[in-house]
């Protein structure tokens, strides 16, 4: 398969702890790239990471990604209940973006 | 307009009827990209153009869907004989090249067939 796996489907943690989804795929990459979703619309980007790359920051984020066991991380620190959302690990090859199904994340107050 | 332009953002019809979806891309994007997404899955890829042409349309579920790009600007995603499995969101995205930095995502079509 060309999509990624997001593990866990879901996550409920208590606000200010950190929450850490993971995505594995099986395909060679150029880059790969975390989305997150609100309320079933509009998809927005959150961070992209190169296949030469094996960490990114972006303010509370943080991506890593390991190719030779084709996985990557997202971790999310001192979460908010306004992080409550789907996250999509989405894959960029010679195929066009590919997403996966996504881990929905709960952040309680 | 700023951003991704996805119109109508609700659109109900009856099995069997003819829809139209339309999706104005970021002004000077050249790549834009048709997701459908169902509840509680990710974004399915159905087609992705490359300027004009249609450079990957392998996801497209059968030959009722069809999506044009004549001036390389608006897209309109076509469906034929609608089935009531059509039922989904239905996105579209553009990028500036050709998909090595982010996808912008308009808000989507959310397509009721009854």
Known sequence: ?109 | GAGVSQTPSNKVTEKGKYVELRCDPISGHTALYWYRQSLGQGPEFLIYFQGTGAADDSGLPNDRFFAVRPEGSVSTLKIQRTERGDSAVYLCASSPDRGNTEAFFGQGTRLTVV
């Open chain 1, 1 to 109: 398969s060309q999509q990624g796996e997001e593990d866990p489907q879901a996550l409920s943690i208590q606000e200010g702890e950190n929450a850490t989804m993971n995505c594995s795929y099986k395909t060679s990459i150029n880059n790969l790239q975390w989305y997150r979703q609100n309320s079933g619309r509009g998809l927005v980007h959150l961070i992209l990471i190169r296949s030469n790359e094996r960490e990114k920051h972006s303010g509370r984020l943080r991506v890593t990604l390991d190719t030779s066991k084709k996985s990557s991380s997202l971790l999310i620190t001192a979460s908010r209940a306004a992080d409550t959302a789907s996250y999509f690990c989405a894959l960029k090859g010679n195929t066009p973006l590919v997403f996966g199904k996504g881990t929905r994340l709960s952040v309680i107050a």
